[in-house]
């Protein structure tokens, strides 16, 4: 019996190019809309929703002491710096927001996502890059449009609203953050430990230039003061033998508060209560900051047609900002050191996010948005040591079980639910003059520790050290990486490419920063790995949403190419035999 060969389709010899192209574009379009296509529309939003469901109910279980005082912890941390935020946007914007916006708009944000997102371990808040734009927005409001500010916000926050669902239900996560490395998001955070340490110098100068230099000496005096003590309080569990354990405990976990209440009340002590001294700038009323507002809604809706259209394009880069700032936040507090258990969750939060951002619009205050350092810091605050079992096999071949300690965090909500409600507590008058006693100085000295705390974990101070140190004191590499040249020159390029995006929001260019942070992504992707060893970027990068490093998957796909190649050529040398065998009239 003679076996043929099958023959080729004639109708496919005979397609036309175009009708060739076409046709593979349509296959093309088709996977990306596919039941596990990147673009399949709800797909990520139906598996946070199952996941969230899933944890929902063990996230309200866990609650003790460690848990209570992060709330405290995020609490100082958050209301503090929002409320220098507040300051630059009430003179950016006009009297249009204050104190009271910032805090209302904090507080109501972080109870709705310590109530209902998939990450409740993000904290929410008024970014500094927020304040730009909406100074920049401001500015064209008044000297080009000729409009009022906060319907035209309000618009912009509201197509914000919409585009943040349209990034959720097309799973914008996979097809962006995906891509992100731990070079991208250690650049991020560098960057935001240097704003910090800035805002710290910012404040010291606003108190020269308006008090006496007397108290400027004790302003300085304060805020060193401030963060020294924090810092010594924050290592107290080390102080062995010195106090009872849970002495220690207690003054690690509430270190900045006790610092923060300590410098509150000293300059009301003695003669330093004669010195002149500059707090915070708080409401005294529950009701907007504008005097032409008396509730906290706008009447967006009065505004023309054509600039309600118009306000897509600062809707747009809101989008970005904001998409870009809290993927990072929620992917930076859990990455791998923190011994996240439960399912991450991004493409639900990002709906709520939008959600938010245009309910903040609508009500005429500021929204918010995740924020860095705080994140981090929330889930350093809630690290703990757990012993877990391990099971390892030995080199005879018997499987052993070991105790092992692991730092882990605690996986709950209350914590971000009790301080977002502490916040959101400080808009009733009473408690906003408690809070107007806070000197600026004690508030450098926070962003002075918030700036440490959030350095000190940081992989780039690490090995910026590295290049102070001796070769002959390094520890030693593994075998497949050539040598410490290669590690050095990775991480002169983080802090220069850190230097030079702080640079930028200095200047009017400052909403754009995310913009040079994305492209990050690329340039590690395409250019660095040109130009670096590969084991040297597998040795000091990984991916940041999801285990292993780029060159894994690079080595994966060219062990399938590899595979596919060989298959190929087996299939086109057996139908060459076949098709010869035939042509001789062999029989087959």
Same mark, same amino acid.
């Given at each position: ?51 969230? *469901?899933?944890? =929902? ?9 460690? &848990?209570? +005082? /992060?709330?405290? %912890?995020?609490? #100082? ?115 935001? *430990?240097?704003? =910090? ?9 606003? &108190?020269? +230039? /308006?008090?006496? %230099?007397?108290? #400027? ?372």
């Amino acid at each position: 019996m003679v076996q043929l060969s099958e023959k080729p389709d004639v109708q496919q010899q005979h397609v036309p190019p175009k009708q060739r192209v076409q046709s593979s574009w349509l296959a093309r379009l088709r996977s990306t809309f596919s039941h596990a296509g990147p673009l399949k529309p709800f797909r990520l939003l139906r598996q946070d929703i199952r996941s969230l *469901s899933k944890r =929902y109910k063990s996230d309200w279980r866990v609650f003790n002491q460690l &848990v209570v +005082a /992060s709330a405290v %912890f995020v609490f #100082f941390t958050n209301l503090l710096p929002g409320i220098t935020f507040a300051s630059d946007l009430y003179n950016l914007t006009g009297a249009n927001w204050g104190t009271i916006e910032v805090v209302f708009s904090t507080g109501l944000c972080g109870v709705i996502f310590s109530l209902f997102s998939s990450q409740p371990l993000t904290i929410l808040g008024v970014t500094g890059p927020f304040s730009v734009l909406a100074e920049n927005i401001y500015a064209f409001c008044q000297s080009s449009f000729r409009i009022p500010f906060l319907p035209f916000i309000a618009w912009s926050c509201i197509h914000a609203g919409w585009m943040h669902y349209l990034l959720a239900i097309f799973n914008a996560h996979d097809w962006t953050m995906r891509y992100v490395t731990t070079f991208s998001t250690e650049v991020f955070s560098l960057l935001n *430990s240097i704003i =910090y340490f800035h805002k710290a110098i910012q404040e010291l100068e606003r &108190v020269h +230039a /308006s008090l006496s %230099f007397a108290a #400027f000496l004790y302003a300085i005096i304060g805020a060193v003061g401030t963060f020294l003590l924090a810092l010594g309080l924050s290592t107290a569990e080390y102080w062995r033998p010195l106090f009872h354990r849970y002495v220690r405990m207690g003054l690690t976990e509430y270190a900045a508060a006790i610092s923060i209440i300590v410098f509150i009340g000293m300059p009301h002590i003695g003669e330093l209560a004669t010195l002149d001294r500059e707090t915070l700038a708080v409401s005294s009323s529950f009701r907007p900051t504008s005097p032409d507002r008396s509730t906290f809604f706008i009447p967006f809706w009065k505004l023309s047609l054509g600039w309600i259209f118009g306000a897509i394009v600062p809707g747009f880069i809101i989008t970005v900002l904001f998409f870009f700032d809290h993927e990072v936040s929620s992917i930076i507090c859990t990455i791998d050191r923190y011994g996240i258990q439960k399912p991450r969750g991004y493409a639900w939060d990002i709906v709520l996010l939008g959600t938010t951002t245009a309910l903040c619009g609508m009500l005429g205050i500021p929204p918010a948005n995740g924020l860095l350092p705080q994140a981090p810091l929330h889930s350093e605050s809630l690290m703990h040591t757990v012993k877990e079992e391990v099971t390892a096999m030995s080199s005879d071949g018997v499987a052993r079980t070991e105790i092992k300690e692991v730092k882990r965090v605690y996986e709950q909500r209350w914590s971000a639910f009790l301080h977002a409600g502490g916040i959101l507590l400080f808009i009733s008058p009473p408690f906003m003059h408690v809070l107007g006693l806070t000197p600026t100085s004690v508030l450098a000295g926070l962003f002075l520790f918030m700036g440490e705390q959030s350095l000190s974990v940081n992989p780039v101070l690490r090995r910026f050290l590295y290049l102070l140190t001796p070769s002959s004191e390094l520890p030693p590499l593994p075998e497949a990486v050539p040598s410490y040249w290669g590690i050095h020159a990775y991480t002169a390029l983080q802090i220069v490419s850190t230097i030079v995006i702080f640079a930028v929001t200095l200047t009017k260019a400052a909403p754009m920063f995310p913009v040079i942070i994305i492209a990050l992504v690329p340039v590690r992707l395409v250019v660095m790995k040109k130009l670096w060893n590969r084991e040297t970027l597998r040795y000091v990068d990984q991916w940041a949403c999801k285990g292993g490093a780029p060159e894994d998957e690079e080595d994966g796909d060219m062990r399938e190419e590899t595979t596919e190649e060989t298959l190929g050529k087996i299939v086109v040398a057996d139908n060459q035999r076949v098709s010869g065998g035939i042509s001789e009239g062999n029989i087959v």
